[in-house]
């Protein structure tokens, strides 16, 4: 199956800090990204989708200008989590969609960011 | 609203058994209804997908049920494995007629299983 990869695996940041994820495609076209968060023993909730070239599109009570997006290519897409503070503090899932992996959502192995 | 419940929250098994988890969702229009596993501190894997004109599909020693009539599936594990402990999470995709929503996934809460020797 599609192959998505997350850089860094886990990372911990100041208080006011930012800190950006990568999200990776490896061998399909992900003309469609999308940006998870996961809080412990809770299911994964949608923060945002993104296309190919084109703006985000952020869930209700997701701050855009706190969690930036990039999806400047077919297979990269970056989360910018800016200023962050200890309750941004979450596991962060991305997946991709798109041509070569057809519909289906292939999932990234997750990011823990962790804000002291 | 569309919303994808599991049951048990929780389940402790020991090696060898097998065991059924449930999944009840109210998610229209349906596009396909998925079972994920996801180790601790890991992405979702998908298991298995179904569409609304399958009954059953097997993975190996997974087999997940569909009835689209009762918007009910069940995932049943045979001949438990310790790596089989790992939350497992019912998804359900929203289909075309689904507007704005279209292709969204609604994850259920997942079941926690645990399995020992």
């Keep these: 199956g599609a192959v998505v990869s997350q850089h860094p695996s886990w990372v911990i940041c100041k208080s006011g800090t930012s800190v950006k994820i990568e999200c990776r495609s490896l061998d399909f076209q992900a003309t469609t990204m999308f940006w998870y968060r996961q809080f412990p023993k809770q299911s994964l909730m949608l923060m945002a989708t993104s296309n190919e070239g084109s703006k985000a599109t952020y869930e209700q009570g997701v701050e855009k200008d706190k969690f930036l997006i990039n999806h400047a290519s077919l297979t990269l897409s970056t989360l910018t989590v800016t200023s962050a503070h200890p309750e941004d503090s979450s596991f962060y899932i991305c997946s991709g969609s798109g041509t070569g992996g057809g519909y289906e959502q292939y999932f990234g192995p997750g990011t823990r960011l962790t804000v002291t | ?117």
């Design chain 2, 1 to 117: 609203k569309n919303q994808v419940e599991q049951s048990p929250q929780s389940l402790i098994i020991l090696e060898g058994k097998n065991c059924t988890l449930q999944c009840n969702y109210t998610v229209s229009p349906f596009s396909n209804l998925r079972w994920y596993k996801q180790d601790t501190g890991r992405g979702p894997v998908s298991l298995t997908i179904m569409t609304f004109s399958e009954n059953t599909k097997s993975n190996g020693r997974y087999t997940a049920t569909l009835d689209a009539d009762t918007k009910q599936s069940s995932l049943h594990i045979t001949a438990s494995q310790l790596s089989d402990s790992a939350s497992y999470i019912c998804v359900v995709r929203v289909g075309y007629a689904g507007g704005t929503s279209y292709g969204k996934l609604t994850f259920g809460q997942g079941t926690i299983l645990t399995v020992h020797p």
